[in-house]
């Protein structure tokens, strides 16, 4: 998670939502890193966990990446959570539980809700809550003061 925060503070020089992601693989080496750009690519899909995935999926070969692990500093969103699935990542870990869009907290449970229908991932949140959380409150703090 230490690796995610570091690349989601690289979010900040690009002004974008502070959120790293990392894939991992089955050994704990990591085989891809991200973070937000958004705003620096102007695009809506360069979510950290996004650009994580298809980064692990290049080096790999491979989109089946379900011995590998999304280490990702915010719970991701519906959309982040269809890409998981679709690359059949076996676990995901997160920092900072997102009650507005999450695919795990919110109104949906999208690893719970598609079970049966894609593999089961496993997802564990609240890993260094306190730190992921507090780089997310003062960023958006700066911008609304």
Not at 81 to 107: H, P, Q, T, Y
Not at 119 to 143: C, H, N, P, W, Y
Request: charged letters at 25%; a negative charge; glycine letters at 10%.
């Amino acid at each position: 998670m230490q690796i995610a925060l570091s690349e989601a503070k690289s979010s900040l020089l690009s002004f974008d939502v502070p959120i790293g992601a990392l894939v991992a693989d089955e050994s704990g080496e990591v085989v891809a890193k991200a973070h937000n750009l958004r705003n620096g690519n102007n695009s809506p899909l360069a979510h950290a966990e996004l650009l994580a995935i298809e980064e692990a999926g290049r080096k790999l070969e491979t989109y089946h990446l379900e011995k590998c692990t999304l280490v990702t500093t915010l719970e991701p969103c519906i959309m982040c959570a269809g890409a998981i699935l679709n690359s059949k990542i076996g676990r995901v870990v997160f920092g900072s539980w997102n009650e507005k869009s999450g695919a795990v907290s919110g109104k949906f449970d999208v690893f719970r809700d598609f079970e049966g229908v894609f593999q089961k991932t496993d997802v564990i949140g609240g890993v260094l809550e306190k730190e992921t959380s507090a780089i997310l409150k003062e960023f958006f703090e700066g911008r609304r003061g």
